[in-house]
């Protein structure tokens, strides 16, 4: 794809470990590298798009992404996201989402107790949006997930609500989409891996989509995303 000006900010805290590698996938998206904001930053340079990457923010001290959203830039994204700025959080971004109230419930400690690092497919439950629209409804796409902390629960009201506005973006399913039992890899409630807020401009989730978004890692489904989100965007 060619130079279209998307402006994006990758935010990068201390234990982040996936800023780079989103950065590398919208670059390739867009023909445009990313602005990498440091955390304790108080302004945002103008973005389209901000991205809270995977990774350990302060090491999961406290509590996994607690001390992140506290963090001086945060208050800047939590501003940009409310005035319609889209956001994507991965992994430890999709717990800073959660953290600062951008996102409603919370993730928790996996149900098996350990950390789990390996490919789960997800099944597209919500294709309209800016970060899904390259996919298909109930498309299976192939996606890494590596969490200790990525057990989503909701209470049963907002869950409902999550539910009723069409705010799960992705489920985890087996190969043939087939959703629940030993294809959830982290005791998810209703095997859910990604929410929206309700005007989906803010996307967390679990799964990794810029470890699968080069033919060199061994898949492109990951790709889509960046690409959906620079084709909405452009």
């Known amino acids: 794809m060619g130079h279209c000006g998307v402006k994006a900010s990758v935010i990068v805290f201390p234990g982040s470990n996936c800023d780079r590698d989103v950065a590398v996938s919208l670059a390739a998206a867009s023909g445009t590298a990313p602005q990498m904001v440091w955390h ?5 340079p103008k973005s ?11 090491g999961d001290y406290l509590r996994a992404g607690a001390m992140g959203a506290r963090s001086p830039i945060m208050r800047a994204v939590i501003a940009a996201a409310r005035a319609g700025t889209p956001v994507l959080g991965i992994c430890n971004g999709f717990q800073l989402l959660t953290e600062t109230g ?5 993730l928790m400690r996996n149900a098996g107790l350990t950390f789990v690092c390996r490919d789960v497919f997800l099944r597209v439950t919500q294709p309209d949006s800016l970060f899904t629209s390259r996919y298909a409804q109930d498309q299976v796409i192939r996606i890494p997930v590596a969490h200790h902390d990525g ?7 907002t869950l409902a609500r999550l539910e009723g506005e069409g705010s799960v973006a992705f489920r985890y399913c087996d190969r043939t989409g087939v ?15 990604g929410i929206f807020d309700p005007a989906r401009k803010v996307l967390g989730l679990m799964p990794h989509p810029e470890r699968l978004a080069d033919p060199a890692l061994g898949g492109t489904d990951g790709q889509a995303m960046f690409n959906s989100l620079v084709e909405c965007l452009s």
Do not use: H, K, R
Not at 102 to 106: I, K, R, S, V, Y
Not at 151 to 157: G, K, L, S
Not at 181 to 193: K, T, Y
């Open 151 to 157: 057990n989503y629960f909701a209470d049963p009201e």
């Open 102 to 106: 951008l996102l409603p419930g919370a």
């Open 40 to 44: 304790a930053e108080t302004e945002l």
């Open 179 to 193: 959703v629940g039992g030993s294809a959830n890899p982290n005791g998810s409630i209703n095997d859910i891996a």
């Open 48 to 58: 389209d798009l901000i991205v809270l990457p995977g990774g350990f923010s302060f």
